[in-house]
């Protein structure tokens, strides 16, 4: 699924300084929702985007929605962002590309649902919500773990 959405999305998007190496599956517990099995997949996915760098706390967010109009009823995440050909003057992705990355997405979920039906996950009760539709907005996410790290190098005048 991974594949599919990056190489028919975000890969030209994103600069040669991005790439994917690996993904994580993880097997969750179904009494006790906790991890008991991880898979590794290396990938070689890396960008073909000719456009600079930006900052690397900016990502694009893919929302998941379901039926349910609450915020049980969405997840997101977050993928790295393009390069910067991709964002306006004012510093907002590119609308077509948030259409782009939208759609392939949604296209790789179906293909994946051959297989496995996306669903979001509640810890707290374990239960699972199909997801209805996927969402990418025009304004950049902000992904804060990145900075936590980055080591924070002081200048003294």
Request: glycine share 8%.
């Amino acid at each position: 699924m991974v594949t599919a959405f990056v190489t028919t999305s975000l890969q030209a998007m994103w600069n040669t300084h991005t790439q994917i190496s690996e993904v994580f599956t993880d097997q969750l517990d179904p009494l006790t929702f906790k991890n008991v099995a991880q898979s590794q997949s290396a990938l070689a996915i890396v960008g073909t985007g000719t456009g600079g760098s930006v900052s690397p706390t900016n990502c694009i967010v893919v929302s998941k929605l379901t039926a349910l109009p609450q915020k049980k009823g969405r997840g997101r995440m977050f993928w790295p962002s393009p390069d910067d050909t991709h964002y306006t003057t004012g510093g907002l992705l590119v609308q077509a590309d948030c259409a782009t990355v939208a759609t392939a997405f949604k296209n790789a979920a179906t293909s994946f649902s051959a297989s496995a039906t996306p669903v979001l996950f509640h810890r707290p009760d374990g239960t699972t919500i199909d997801i209805a539709n996927y969402k990418v907005g025009d304004k950049p996410g902000q992904q804060r773990r990145r900075i936590n790290k980055v080591v924070n190098t002081y200048s003294i005048a």
